[in-house]
């Protein structure tokens, strides 16, 4: 889909806050309204962005995270579908390297996380997963880095976030009709859950419409102090993920790049650093299942 100067800024101002008004976002960009509505509905109805509410992990329980490289036995578009079916396993993505598939695996602590592991060992087609823990989430476009403030959630905020999960901009009084509240009062909550950090509604955006298509994932092993590295390594623009982990590597993270070279430039420049002992690296080649 080719976007021109304009759709990209509306894209950016969705990025940032899914639930702008179309009047401030036509504002912003200099079109009228009708026009700035029409841009975005033909992006959303295009599947190249969606708008979802990002719900920090702990509001659902979820404090134990890991990075699951999965090996198997015959084709792995199965297995990546099998796994996608999965509650706590958020994204999913066919890659080519070392191993056939990666998962994200998250859970509301290590038992548990380790009860997920087994039950993605246990899938048929599964030969072996190598399982990297997270201990600090460093950089991530995709979850809310600080914790929300201390907010009792009862039943009918639950059901909002999950209404809001699947459809980020959703009519105050749609979202009211289908979880039992007025359209004044489905507002109002909503906009405490925001206002409290609980969740956050942006625009998710496939890469290749930023014209970041080339995704890479890589492990790093380090050697001597990791602050030096995790600093610079955070700053890169390039560098869309990071994430400290305990396992055979201390440091996974993702490179975007409009290309493979590009994104092979960014791995040999981060090999080049003096503190990185080893990498390892593999391409996503299909992003199976997205979901925060």
């Known amino acids: 889909m080719d976007l021109d100067r304009t759709d990209l800024e509306i894209v950016r101002h969705l990025q940032a806050d899914g639930r702008l008004t179309y009047e401030t976002i036509a504002q912003r960009v200099g079109l009228s309204r009708p026009a700035t509505r029409t841009r975005a509905q033909r992006l959303l109805s295009s599947g190249a962005v969606r708008i979802v509410a990002i719900v920090h992990p702990s509001v659902k329980g979820l404090t134990a995270v890991a990075h699951a ?14 796994i996608a079916e999965l509650a706590d396993a958020p994204f999913v993505t066919l890659t080519v390297g070392g191993y056939a598939l990666v998962s994200e695996v998250r859970a509301r602590d290590f038992a548990a996380l380790s009860a997920s592991i087994d039950r993605l060992r246990g899938l048929p087609g599964v030969r072996g997963v190598d399982t990297l ?37 959703i009519a105050f009084a749609e979202l009211g009709a289908r979880v039992g509240l007025s359209p004044g009062a489905a507002r109002a909550r909503t906009l405490r859950l925001l206002d409290a950090g609980v969740a956050r509604v942006v625009a998710l955006v496939r890469p290749e419409v930023l014209g970041m298509g080339q995704l890479c994932g890589f492990a790093v092993r380090i050697e001597g102090d990791a602050g030096p590295l995790v600093e610079r390594l955070s700053g890169w623009d390039r560098v869309s993920y990071l994430a400290a982990c305990m396992g055979r590597a201390d440091l996974v993270g993702t490179v975007a790049g409009e290309s493979l070279a590009d994104v092979l430039a960014v791995l040999e420049e981060v090999r080049g650093l003096k503190e990185v002992r080893e990498l390892t690296s593999w391409v996503h080649a299909e992003v199976v299942k997205e979901r925060y």
């Open 69 to 82: 490289s999965i090996s198997v036995d015959g084709p792995a578009r199965p297995v990546a579908l099998a």
């Open 133 to 169: 823990v997270y201990t600090r989430v460093l950089k991530d476009s995709t979850t809310l880095s600080d914790p929300p403030a201390d907010l009792h959630l009862d039943a009918l905020d639950q059901r909002i976030l999950t209404e809001l999960q699947a459809d980020g901009r």
